[in-house]
Protein backbone atom coordinates (compact mmCIF):
# COMPACT_ATOMS: atom_id res chain seq x y z
CA UNK A 1 0.00 0.00 0.00
CA UNK A 2 2.57 2.47 0.79
CA UNK A 3 4.23 2.22 -2.45
CA UNK A 4 1.12 3.66 -4.33
CA UNK A 5 0.74 6.01 -2.12
CA UNK A 6 4.01 7.68 -3.35
CA UNK A 7 2.98 6.54 -6.76
CA UNK A 8 2.49 10.04 -8.02
CA UNK A 9 2.76 11.94 -11.20
CA UNK A 10 4.04 15.12 -11.46
CA UNK A 11 0.57 16.38 -12.27
CA UNK A 12 -1.28 14.52 -9.53
CA UNK A 13 1.72 16.20 -6.94
CA UNK A 14 0.20 19.67 -8.36
CA UNK A 15 -3.26 18.71 -8.19
CA UNK A 16 -3.04 17.80 -4.73
CA UNK A 17 -0.89 21.34 -4.13
CA UNK A 18 -3.39 23.01 -5.56
CA UNK A 19 -6.42 21.65 -3.38
CA UNK A 20 -4.09 22.33 -0.47
CA UNK A 21 -4.34 26.03 -1.54
CA UNK A 22 -7.89 26.46 -2.75
CA UNK A 23 -8.62 25.11 1.02
CA UNK A 24 -6.33 27.57 2.54
CA UNK A 25 -6.76 30.49 0.06
CA UNK A 26 -9.94 31.80 1.98
CA UNK A 27 -9.24 30.59 5.63
CA UNK A 28 -7.38 33.61 6.08
CA UNK A 29 -10.05 36.18 5.02
CA UNK A 30 -12.49 33.80 7.50
CA UNK A 31 -10.77 33.97 10.56
CA UNK A 32 -9.58 37.26 10.67
CA UNK A 33 -12.91 37.92 10.23
CA UNK A 34 -14.08 35.97 13.10
CA UNK A 35 -11.45 37.61 15.45
CA UNK A 36 -11.68 41.18 14.07
CA UNK A 37 -15.40 41.16 13.29
CA UNK A 38 -13.76 44.40 10.66
CA UNK A 39 -14.74 44.27 7.18
CA UNK A 40 -13.03 47.61 6.42
CA UNK A 41 -11.84 47.27 2.21
CA UNK A 42 -13.73 43.99 1.86
CA UNK A 43 -16.05 43.59 -0.99
CA UNK A 44 -18.77 41.10 -0.84
CA UNK A 45 -19.21 40.93 -4.63
CA UNK A 46 -15.91 39.74 -5.11
CA UNK A 47 -16.84 36.82 -2.54
CA UNK A 48 -20.07 36.38 -4.17
CA UNK A 49 -18.39 35.87 -7.74
CA UNK A 50 -15.66 33.62 -5.78
CA UNK A 51 -18.65 31.12 -4.86
CA UNK A 52 -20.15 31.28 -8.39
CA UNK A 53 -16.40 31.04 -9.75
CA UNK A 54 -15.56 27.68 -7.87
CA UNK A 55 -19.03 26.96 -8.58
CA UNK A 56 -18.21 26.94 -12.03
CA UNK A 57 -15.07 25.47 -11.99
CA UNK A 58 -16.61 22.25 -10.51
CA UNK A 59 -18.98 21.72 -13.13
CA UNK A 60 -16.15 22.19 -15.83
CA UNK A 61 -13.95 19.83 -13.72
CA UNK A 62 -16.54 16.98 -13.63
CA UNK A 63 -17.50 17.43 -17.26
CA UNK A 64 -14.31 17.30 -18.05
CA UNK A 65 -13.51 14.38 -16.03
CA UNK A 66 -10.51 16.36 -14.77
CA UNK A 67 -10.57 14.64 -10.87
CA UNK A 68 -7.89 17.53 -9.26
CA UNK A 69 -9.67 20.75 -11.15
CA UNK A 70 -13.34 19.38 -9.65
CA UNK A 71 -11.63 18.94 -5.81
CA UNK A 72 -10.02 22.00 -6.23
CA UNK A 73 -12.50 23.82 -7.13
CA UNK A 74 -15.05 22.31 -4.57
CA UNK A 75 -12.66 22.53 -1.58
CA UNK A 76 -12.81 26.20 -1.63
CA UNK A 77 -16.34 26.85 -1.67
CA UNK A 78 -17.08 26.64 2.07
CA UNK A 79 -14.48 28.78 3.57
CA UNK A 80 -15.72 31.55 0.42
CA UNK A 81 -19.15 31.02 1.26
CA UNK A 82 -18.67 31.12 5.24
CA UNK A 83 -16.47 34.80 4.86
CA UNK A 84 -19.39 35.95 2.73
CA UNK A 85 -21.92 35.04 5.59
CA UNK A 86 -20.60 36.62 8.39
CA UNK A 87 -19.36 39.98 6.23
CA UNK A 88 -23.26 40.21 5.56
CA UNK A 89 -24.27 39.47 9.16
CA UNK A 90 -21.35 42.07 10.35
CA UNK A 91 -23.83 45.28 8.38
CA UNK A 92 -21.96 44.79 5.42
CA UNK A 93 -24.56 45.06 2.32
CA UNK A 94 -24.27 42.55 -0.83
CA UNK A 95 -25.14 44.24 -4.08
CA UNK A 96 -26.22 41.43 -6.43
CA UNK A 97 -26.23 42.97 -9.79
CA UNK A 98 -22.19 42.08 -10.54
CA UNK A 99 -22.77 38.13 -9.20
CA UNK A 100 -26.32 37.88 -11.03
CA UNK A 101 -23.99 39.02 -13.92
CA UNK A 102 -21.57 36.89 -13.73
CA UNK A 103 -23.74 34.14 -12.92
CA UNK A 104 -25.85 34.52 -15.94
CA UNK A 105 -22.52 35.12 -18.25
CA UNK A 106 -21.26 31.71 -17.58
CA UNK A 107 -24.69 29.71 -18.20
CA UNK A 108 -24.67 31.75 -21.40
CA UNK A 109 -21.40 30.68 -22.42
CA UNK A 110 -21.73 27.08 -21.44
CA UNK A 111 -24.97 27.04 -23.04
CA UNK A 112 -23.80 28.41 -26.77
CA UNK A 113 -20.44 26.19 -25.88
CA UNK A 114 -22.86 23.05 -25.91
CA UNK A 115 -24.40 24.04 -29.09
CA UNK A 116 -21.68 25.15 -31.04
CA UNK A 117 -19.01 22.71 -30.26
CA UNK A 118 -16.58 26.04 -29.23
CA UNK A 119 -14.56 26.10 -26.18
CA UNK A 120 -15.08 29.62 -24.71
CA UNK A 121 -15.72 28.54 -21.51
CA UNK A 122 -12.29 27.37 -21.00
CA UNK A 123 -11.25 31.60 -21.49
CA UNK A 124 -14.38 32.30 -19.60
CA UNK A 125 -13.62 30.55 -16.07
CA UNK A 126 -9.62 31.19 -17.08
CA UNK A 127 -10.78 34.63 -16.66
CA UNK A 128 -12.70 34.19 -13.72
CA UNK A 129 -10.53 35.26 -11.20
CA UNK A 130 -10.95 38.82 -12.25
CA UNK A 131 -14.77 38.80 -11.13
CA UNK A 132 -13.04 37.94 -7.68
CA UNK A 133 -9.71 40.59 -7.89
CA UNK A 134 -11.58 43.31 -9.69
CA UNK A 135 -13.99 44.46 -7.16
CA UNK A 136 -11.80 43.66 -4.28
CA UNK A 137 -8.81 45.74 -5.65
CA UNK A 138 -11.63 48.54 -6.84
CA UNK A 139 -12.90 48.34 -3.48
CA UNK A 140 -9.88 48.06 -1.67
CA UNK A 141 -8.09 51.07 -3.40
CA UNK A 142 -11.10 53.23 -3.29
CA UNK A 143 -11.08 52.45 0.91
CA UNK A 144 -8.95 54.53 3.29
CA UNK A 145 -8.96 51.91 5.63
CA UNK A 146 -7.90 48.42 4.75
CA UNK A 147 -7.77 46.73 8.16
CA UNK A 148 -10.30 44.07 7.35
CA UNK A 149 -8.50 42.47 4.85
CA UNK A 150 -6.04 39.22 5.08
CA UNK A 151 -2.81 40.00 3.02
CA UNK A 152 -1.55 36.37 3.74
CA UNK A 153 -5.01 35.85 1.29
CA UNK A 154 -3.30 37.24 -1.68
CA UNK A 155 0.18 35.70 -1.03
CA UNK A 156 -2.04 32.33 -1.28
CA UNK A 157 -3.90 33.65 -4.33
CA UNK A 158 -0.09 34.19 -6.03
CA UNK A 159 0.63 30.78 -5.18
CA UNK A 160 -1.96 28.88 -6.47
CA UNK A 161 -1.90 30.95 -9.56
CA UNK A 162 1.20 29.73 -10.16
CA UNK A 163 0.75 25.88 -9.09
CA UNK A 164 -2.30 26.32 -11.40
CA UNK A 165 -0.30 27.61 -14.38
CA UNK A 166 2.58 24.17 -13.82
CA UNK A 167 -0.60 22.44 -13.78
CA UNK A 168 -2.37 23.92 -16.97
CA UNK A 169 0.94 23.45 -18.75
CA UNK A 170 1.57 20.19 -17.81
CA UNK A 171 -2.32 18.57 -17.88
CA UNK A 172 -3.01 21.22 -21.00
CA UNK A 173 -5.34 22.89 -19.53
CA UNK A 174 -6.13 26.10 -21.25
CA UNK A 175 -8.37 27.40 -18.32
CA UNK A 176 -5.87 26.96 -15.57
CA UNK A 177 -2.74 29.01 -17.45
CA UNK A 178 -5.25 31.84 -18.28
CA UNK A 179 -5.96 32.15 -14.75
CA UNK A 180 -2.60 31.48 -13.34
CA UNK A 181 -1.52 35.05 -15.14
CA UNK A 182 -4.73 36.57 -13.81
CA UNK A 183 -4.83 35.11 -10.15
CA UNK A 184 -1.06 36.53 -9.72
CA UNK A 185 -1.03 39.99 -10.98
CA UNK A 186 -4.82 40.59 -9.44
CA UNK A 187 -2.95 39.83 -5.77
CA UNK A 188 0.15 42.04 -6.69
CA UNK A 189 -2.02 44.67 -7.10
CA UNK A 190 -4.30 44.04 -4.03
CA UNK A 191 -1.28 43.43 -1.83
CA UNK A 192 0.39 46.48 -3.07
CA UNK A 193 -2.86 48.32 -1.38
CA UNK A 194 -2.56 46.66 1.64
CA UNK A 195 1.43 47.73 1.84
CA UNK A 196 0.11 51.01 2.22
CA UNK A 197 -1.87 50.87 5.04
CA UNK A 198 -4.59 53.46 6.03
CA UNK A 199 -1.47 56.14 4.82
CA UNK A 200 -3.84 57.61 2.61
CA UNK A 201 -6.45 58.88 5.25
CA UNK A 202 -3.41 60.30 7.28
CA UNK A 203 -2.83 63.35 5.25
CA UNK A 204 -2.03 66.10 7.73
CA UNK A 205 -3.38 69.28 6.41
CA UNK A 206 -1.25 72.59 6.36
CA UNK A 207 -1.98 75.29 7.89
CA UNK A 208 -3.38 77.12 4.97
CA UNK A 209 -5.59 73.97 4.43
CA UNK A 210 -6.95 74.47 8.27
CA UNK A 211 -7.60 77.81 7.20
CA UNK A 212 -9.88 76.93 4.52
CA UNK A 213 -11.89 73.85 6.28
CA UNK A 214 -15.11 75.57 5.34
CA UNK A 215 -14.37 76.25 1.68
CA UNK A 216 -14.62 72.63 0.47
CA UNK A 217 -11.94 70.06 1.25
CA UNK A 218 -13.82 67.33 2.99
CA UNK A 219 -11.08 65.14 4.34
CA UNK A 220 -9.85 68.41 6.32
CA UNK A 221 -12.23 67.32 9.13
CA UNK A 222 -11.95 63.71 8.06
CA UNK A 223 -10.40 61.95 11.88
CA UNK A 224 -6.65 60.32 11.23
Known sequence: MFPHVLDLSLVD????ASVVLAVWF?????LKLRRGGSTAGLSLESLANST?????WTVYGIAHGNFWVTVASAAGIPATVGTLVI?????HRLRPQLPATWAALLVLVAVVDQAFGTHTIDVA???SILWFVAPAATTA?????????????????????????LYGLLAD?????????TSICGAMLVLARIALGDRTARVDPSPVDELATGLGPEWASTPS
Not at 87 to 91: C, H, P, Q, T
Not at 176 to 181: A, E, F, K, P, Q
Open 141 to 165: WRSSDVSGLAAQTWLVLAADGAVFG
Open 125 to 127: LGC
Open 52 to 56: ISLTG
Open 87 to 91: AARAG
Open 13 to 16: VIGL
Open 173 to 181: VTADRVYSV
Open 26 to 30: AMPQL
